[in-house]
């Protein structure tokens, strides 16, 4: 089971196939259920509101009958998100995230040079 630990999804507990990095969890008004859009093949609908979450930590993986197998992780409310427009395309949402991809890599590298004080 994958468990949100802050954000809208506090305390939500889903059964997901795949951990992305960065992941659309979506809350469907009319259904008052909560889902992840874990899949590569994953539509978005009109109908959900999106938050994004960033991968803290994979725990493992299991596997149910039916069902079939699932993933152990925690995720965090990422503290940059797009607009409800870009998460409900998955062209523009693939490259929301890669964007936020590079910028973590570029911050990481620049926190990795710079001067340690003593």
Known sequence: MTTFTDGPAAGVTLMIR??????RVAYHRYAEKWDALDQVGDEPTGAE???????????????????GCFVI???????VQPDQAVMRNNEKWRAWATQQLEQEKNSDK???QRPQSD
């Open 18 to 23: 795949r951990a992305p990095l960065f992941l």
């Open 110 to 112: 620049a926190a990795d």
């Open 49 to 67: 509101d999106y938050t994004v979450y960033r991968l803290a930590e994979v725990k493992g993986r299991g596997h149910m009958r039916p069902g």
């Open 73 to 79: 992780a925690e995720y965090k409310v990422w503290p």
